[in-house]
């Protein structure tokens, strides 16, 4: 059963537009999110994170919004770089931002194109 | 070097073999994980340990065996490895009090 669904495998976008990627969850008991992303033969990196007591938080050109009665969260990107082409993968836990398991979702594969 | 390593970054074995994948960090971090990233199924967790000589299951770990001795090691073994574990691991570390993992680059295991 998976807790954590990206619905999208992929997403196109133009340079200079805005990319949205979309995260759905289930468990109720998840209470932190956190978003990463990955290049070709490297290891996920940390993008941005977001308690469940906000429904924003923001980081230079990227925006996490989450509506937690939906269980819905998306990463805005604005604007859009070449770079930021990669895999973006959701991520969710129950334990109020402490170390822990973290349940990740399938990835969406962004392109960025120019 | 500081941060996270594992080894080696690529393994071909046979089904039926014993391998152990290795990873080790360098910031004493109480809490690593092991994930399997496959297409379709995303990042799964296979065992995660809060310190040195505990450990716990994680969302697939038939078939693995892991162990802690030290807090900067966390090695990962398949005892009899099968085609079905053909897939790129990732160790990962965090201190704690914060839920951002570090990943490691990865080990893509082949099994044939």
């Known amino acids: 059963d998976q807790q954590v669904k990206q619905n999208s495998p992929s997403l196109s976008v133009q340079e200079g537009r805005i990319s949205i990627l979309n995260c759905d969850y289930t468990n109720s008991m998840f209470d932190y999110f956190l978003w990463y992303k990955k290049y070709p033969a490297e290891g996920p990196t940390f993008l941005i994170s977001i308690s469940s007591i906000k429904d924003k938080n923001e980081d230079g050109r990227f925006t996490v919004f989450l509506n937690k009665s939906a269980k819905h969260l998306s990463l805005h990107i604005v604007p859009s770089q070449p770079g930021d082409s990669a895999v973006y993968f959701c991520?969710?836990?129950?334990?109020?931002?402490?170390?822990?398991?973290?349940?990740f979702g399938t990835g969406t594969r962004l392109q960025v194109t120019l | 070097d500081a941060g996270i390593t594992q080894s080696p970054r690529y393994k071909i074995t046979e089904t039926g073999r014993q391998v152990t994948l290795m990873c080790h960090q360098t910031?004493?971090?109480?809490?690593m994980f092991w994930y399997r990233q496959d297409l379709g199924h995303g990042l799964r967790l296979i065992y995660y340990s809060a310190a040195a000589d505990i450990t716990d299951k994680g969302e697939v770990p038939d078939g693995y065996v892991v162990s802690r001795s030290k807090t900067e090691n966390f090695p990962l073994t398949l005892e009899s490895a099968t085609r079905s574990q053909t897939s790129v691991y990732f160790c990962?570390?965090?201190?704690?009090?914060?839920?951002?993992?570090?990943f490691g680059s990865g080990t893509r295991l082949t099994v044939v």
């Open positions: 991520a969710a836990s129950a334990g109020g931002g402490t170390a822990s398991k973290l349940t």
């Open positions: 990962a570390s965090s201190k704690t009090g914060w839920n951002g993992y570090t």
């Open positions: 910031w004493s971090h109480s809490y």
